[in-house]
DNA sequence: GTTTTTGTTGATTGACCAATCAATAACCCA
DNA sequence: TGGGTTATTGATTGGTCAATCAACAAAAAC
């Protein structure tokens, strides 16, 4: 049965298995054997791979922020004015990849594992910082010294929202949320011009 | 030893513990044992008391909730204008007494025990539509319709700036969040008064 | 063709913990 | 003063689970 080269696959099985599985349990309280099973191989190989419990969900984080570093990126590419650049970093946050309950759902943890786990709260820093030095970039063209209070600004509306999302029923209103935060770009801009 | 009338004591001194331990683990993993024992009891009586582990995390929500309205209403009773009313909801928010490093972790947990929890997410709702209502109508007199959108914004704003403070390493930044708000509160009001 | 590496699992270990129980003691009222 | 109520705890129970181990199998290497 064991074939060669199996290792990336059921990595990758396993990881997905962990998000899936902190989305539908809304916590960190998933044993092993739970996403062993869902990723279909047994607990004992999740350990063989990962280590520890872990080290599994640092990966799942890790993992979450890449493909979120990635919607971004490639948002970003298609953006060739300021406006647009900023409008991508939060178009990106909503987009169908990320915004999903069960990502939602594990952000959530994620940002809870931070409390306790440095590495997990290394990786948060990062993406908080990354967040925040894209809509600054985007907007210092344009508005000058106020571009860092307004990225920053951006940046807690974006976790709001999905703090909020975290709470809501059904799938969650990217088109809400998208809509505020634009609402709130706008005026911003209308105001650094109108200075 | 046994004196009489201890109920009240020891259920606030739980709650305060629970709080407190939830605060220093950064997570749900705290042990009833652990709680009590910084309440000064053996783990049966907190049993005795509140029944199991999660009547006690709901009854320690509750009274974080509590407190926060309380806050709120106390800012709002000393509020005259609907600018003020909107600044009150704000700086509540950010009071000493609910923006605490152990009071901003037990939040971030309680959205986390709110995925499981029915009674946890009810509270939870209540809270988020308390917010946006008290914001709402602060503003309706002076932005009419548009005060429904800006209260949400207002309140995306609110809920991230407790996300990042989740992160942060030391004591919150109160200030810098007060501020990053009333910037946006002014910005919107400006602008509704040009139109 | 045998040895090493990689893949895989059932079973076990060791620890932890929520909840319950039995027992003790003080207080209050009739 | 003695039975009901309230306060309190040490010990136990029953269950869960991360991590490890021993063992087996297939592929690769030599």
Redesign the pocket.
Known sequence: ???????PI?RASLIDATIAEIGNAGNLEV???QIARRAG?????A??YF????AMFVSAMRHVLTVYGAGVRGALSAAETPRDRARAVIRASFSGVNFRREVIAAWLNFYVLAQSLPEARRLLRVYQHRTVSNLTHALRPIMGPQAREVAHSIAAMIDGAYLHAALGGDEPDAKAATRRIEAYLALALSQAHAR
């Not at 049965?1 to 290792?7: A, D, H, S, T, V």
């Open positions: 049965m064991p074939k060669i080269g199996m290792e059921r044993t092993v054997s191989m047994s607990s004992a190989l350990h063989h280590g520890s419990k872990e």
